[in-house]
């Protein structure tokens, strides 16, 4: 069983930062590719960033771009999304997720953490 535990969320102001972290179980973590998902009430889970198992190959959803920063550490087997001038449209709960490749798709991850809030006033 693989498991994901994210943290790190929190309340910023716009404009603030905040940096999320998602620890995972070491027999899987090195050989996956990583991902980054968000949910705000009512909508869809979308994609935000997702790294592959090297950190070779990175991919952003275009809202995002430019503001976060997806990395991973495979000694701590630990995924981080730095988030940077956040803003109030930024809020949801942010899980990560693990895949085989570094898929946009949320239909293409096996493995998922409970999630954890973030909320930028304005």
């Known amino acids: 069983q693989v498991q994901l535990v994210e943290s790190g969320g929190g309340l910023v102001q716009a404009g603030g930062s905040l940096r999320l972290s998602c620890a995972a179980s070491?027999?899987?973590?090195?050989?996956?590719?990583m991902g980054w998902f968000r949910q705000a009430p009512g909508k869809e889970r979308e994609f935000v960033a997702t790294?592959?198992?090297?950190?070779?190959?990175?991919y952003y959803a275009e809202s995002v771009k430019g503001r976060f920063t997806i990395s991973r550490d495979n000694a701590k087997n630990t995924v981080y999304l730095q988030m940077n001038s956040l803003k109030p449209e930024d809020t949801a709960v942010y899980y990560c997720?693990?895949?085989?490749?570094?898929?946009?798709?949320?239909?293409?991850?096996?493995?998922w953490g409970q999630g954890t809030q973030v909320t930028v006033s304005s």
């Open positions: 070491k027999r899987t973590f090195s050989s996956n590719s």
């Open positions: 997720a693990a895949t085989r490749r570094p898929y946009s798709d949320y239909r293409m991850y096996d493995y």
């Open positions: 790294i592959s198992w090297s950190g070779g190959n990175i």
